[in-house]
C-alpha cells in the first residue's frame, strides 16, 4: 500500500542546535516533495519544494535533501530558535497529475531555549 | 491581497444536522482544494476544482459530502446528516497556475455532538 510516513514522536532540541525531520515514503514516484509548517490553529504554510531531479535544496536556515533511491526526504534548520517551535508536515506530489498532495501526519518540533 | 479565508472558524453541530463551510480563495487562483486534518493525522485530500474542469472528488467520504465552487472563486463544502466522525478541521487551499504551492486558509473546526 501506498504510505507517507513521518516521525510521531516529538522532537525536543536545544536553541541553536541542527534540528533533522524525516520524510519516508513507499509506494509512490513521486514528480516533487513539499514540506510545510503548521503552528495550532493555523493553516499549514508552504516552506521548501524539491523536485524528483534535485538532491538538495536550502532557503535561509532551511535545507531538505530528497533520495529518491532511499525514497526519503529530510528537512533540516541549523542554528534553531524556539520561534521554530511547530509540526512540520512533508507533502509529496504523485508524478503524472496535478498538485494532489499527499500529506504525512507530521512531526512536532519543540525548540528549548 | 488577503489569502485564503475560511468560514466560520469553529462550527458545533448537533448529529444529524447539515452544516455548510466557505471559502474564499486567493483572488486569481484557478485551483482549490478542500483537505481534512483529524486530531493527530495527516491532510486527508477531499476535493479538487481547477478551472472550469469538472472537480476531482475522489477523496470524499461518502456521499453525504459534496462542494461546489461558484464562478471559478468561493467554494461551499455541504456536510448532510453529519455524524461524530466528521469532527475534524476542514481546511481550504489555492494555487495559481505558476507554481506549485498551495496557501492555506486557517480552517474550520467543526464538532459535531
Known amino acids: 500500500s501506498q504510505k507517507i510516513e513521518q516521525n510521531s514522536e516529538a522532537l525536543n532540541i536545544q536553541e541553536g542546535k541542527t534540528a533533522t525531520l524525516t520524510c519516508n515514503y513507499t509506494n509512490y514516484s513521486p514528480a516533487y516533495l513539499q514540506w510545510y509548517r503548521q503552528d495550532p490553529g493555523r493553516g499549514p504554510v508552504f516552506l521548501l519544494l524539491i523536485r524528483e531531479n534535485e538532491k538538495e535544496k536550502r532557503k535561509e536556515r532551511l535545507k531538505v535533501t530528497f533520495d529518491t533511491t532511499l525514497k526519503q526526504s529530510l528537512f533540516h534548520i541549523t542554528a534553531s530558535q524556539p520561534a521554530d517551535s511547530a509540526t512540520y508536515l512533508c507533502a509529496l506530489a504523485p508524478s503524472g497529475g496535478y498538485n494532489k498532495l499527499i500529506f504525512g501526519a507530521g512531526t512536532r518540533l519543540a525548540v528549548h531555549p | 491581497g488577503a489569502g485564503v479565508s475560511q468560514s466560520p472558524s469553529n462550527k458545533v453541530t448537533e448529529k444529524g444536522k447539515d452544516v455548510e463551510l466557505r471559502c474564499d480563495p486567493i483572488?486569481?487562483?484557478?485551483?482549490l482544494y478542500w483537505y481534512r486534518q483529524s486530531l493527530g493525522q495527516g491532510l486527508e485530500f477531499l476535493i479538487y476544482f481547477q478551472g472550469n474542469s469538472a472537480p476531482d472528488k475522489s477523496g470524499l467520504p461518502s456521499d453525504r459530502f459534496s462542494a461546489e465552487r461558484t464562478g471559478g472563486s468561493v467554494s461551499t463544502l455541504t456536510i448532510q446528516r453529519t455524524q461524530q466522525e466528521d469532527s475534524a478541521v476542514y481546511l481550504c487551499?489555492?494555487?495559481?497556475?505558476?507554481?506549485?504551492?498551495?496557501?492555506f486558509g486557517a480552517g474550520t473546526r467543526l464538532s459535531v455532538l
Open positions: 487551499a489555492s494555487s495559481s497556475d505558476l507554481e506549485d504551492i498551495q496557501y
Open positions: 483572488s486569481g487562483h484557478t485551483a
